[in-house]
């Protein structure tokens, strides 16, 4: 296929430069938070390579913070290398938050092309970063033990502010889901991942994330068996209605999700809804990887003496439309789906070429799905902020890269993503 490359010039803000970034064009051929005053905590800056001197303070201490340093001066061009996006979460056309496959906190202010990196203490990855707008994200390393903190930034990055240490159990625990429904009510999963067995605490704040206290109920019998070992889907409305998990009854013959409609004083099981039929031999492939507060669940159904009866079908969850499950047909094999909305949305399927997908759109909640494009993905990370303008980050199977429409996805953009230092004056 023939690419046309354009070698576009981006301006970095501190007027330290200019370099080139190029861009393949592929035609289609194939609620701001509220800032709230934390109480005492340690504040670290992003351009400093020195780690806060205590993550967990005594709270009788003043609340310590450090200044994101001034851009260093610089008579040369500014040093930058390729990276490789895990995960992108764009706030409006210019700024965005990122992390890459080296564990590191990234932040854009052109759309995509240039990145700097504005990781607090420790290493991140796609479920341990959740950004509410360009100035506002948490964070939490993927490894902790013990105890841990949650990091929340106000400045798009600059500084960083520690929650109050929270307690784990002993071992080895990764957050396998981050969420603010709103501006003060949160929620944390985390799992432990040094042991075969199953344990997951589920931690909530209700102030913005300087607090974070443990949620009892998880422990039941009847829950743990709803909490599979690879859990990562967890979706919440507010600080009292959500769920998270899922997995098949002891027969086989529902699939239930944890669910609270009370802040996780009480936790019952719900089960999607599946054809009344006891011959059917169903199986299920819960969707990892998606945006925080979307829950989705492949499930295929086939009767053995019927051999033209098929059932596949995609259940979803988010908590940018309503506290309900929906369920449409899947014409392929999922891999990829974000909603912007209650309405608009993207999925991406497999084609009957097994190495090509589609794009599909729904403007009208699933109801109805039109075919946007053919492409050569094998997975993707969707991230739309309007009906016309998202990103992708792309699984080819070895390889990534991050992608840009500006008509909806008829027609994607590659971007070349750089991250970016600057070389002090000598």
């Known amino acids: 296929m023939k690419k046309l490359i354009l070698s576009l010039l981006f301006f970095f803000l501190t007027g330290c430069g200019t370099f080139n970034i190029k861009v393949d064009v592929f035609p289609p051929a194939t609620a701001p938070v509220v800032a709230q005053a934390l109480p005492s905590a340690t504040v670290l800056s992003a351009a400093s390579a020195q780690p806060a001197a205590s993550a967990t303070p005594a709270p009788a201490q003043p609340t310590q913070t450090a200044q994101a340093s001034p851009s260093p001066t610089s008579t040369t061009e500014p040093e930058s290398d390729p990276i490789a996006l895990a995960a992108i979460h764009m706030s409006d056309e210019q700024r965005g938050w990122g992390v890459d496959s080296a564990g590191r906190i990234l932040k854009t202010k052109d759309g995509g092309g240039i990145w700097v990196d504005v990781s607090p203490q420790g290493e991140f990855n796609r479920q341990s970063l959740f950004a509410a707008s360009g100035d506002s994200a948490w964070a939490v390393p993927t490894q902790l033990q013990g105890s841990g903190v949650v ?50 605490t589920l931690f909530k704040t209700t102030n913005s994330g300087a607090d974070w206290l443990p949620v009892s109920g998880l422990g039941t019998s009847a829950l743990s068996s709803s909490l599979p070992a690879d859990i990562s889907g967890m979706a919440f409305f507010d600080d009292q209605t959500g769920w998270l998990g899922g997995a098949w009854n002891q027969d086989a013959t529902q699939w239930q999700v944890a669910k609270t409609s009370d802040g996780g004083a009480k936790w019952g099981l719900d089960s999607l809804r599946l054809p009344n039929n006891p011959s059917l031999r169903c199986t299920a492939r819960p969707i990892n990887g998606l945006e925080a507060g979307a829950m989705a669940v492949e499930m295929t159904c086939t009767l053995p003496k019927d051999p033209k ?9 988010s908590a940018s439309g309503q506290p309900a499950w929906n369920s449409w047909v899947l014409p ?95």
């Open 151 to 200: 990091w929340r930034s106000l400045d798009g990055g600059q500084t960083w502010q520690s929650s109050r240490s929270f307690t784990l159990e002993d071992g080895t625990f990764s957050p396998t889901g981050l969420q603010f429904p709103n501006a003060r009510a949160g929620w944390l999963l985390m799992a432990r991942t040094d042991t075969p067995e199953k344990q997951f």
């Open 309 to 317: 009866y098929f059932y596949h079908r995609l259940h979803y969850l």
């Open 332 to 426: 392929g094999e999922l891999r990829g789906v974000s909603f912007l909305n209650a309405q608009q949305g993207w999925m991406l399927v497999a084609a009957e070429n097994p190495q090509a997908s589609q794009l599909l759109y729904t403007p009208d909640g699933g109801k109805s799905w039109e075919k946007l494009s053919d492409l050569a993905w094998k997975q993707a990370q969707l991230d739309f902020i309007t009906d016309k303008l998202g990103w992708a980050v792309i699984d080819y199977g070895s390889t990534t890269s991050l992608m840009r429409t500006e008509n909806g996805g008829a027609v994607w953009i590659q971007v070349r993503p750089v991250l970016v230092r600057l070389a002090p004056k000598p």
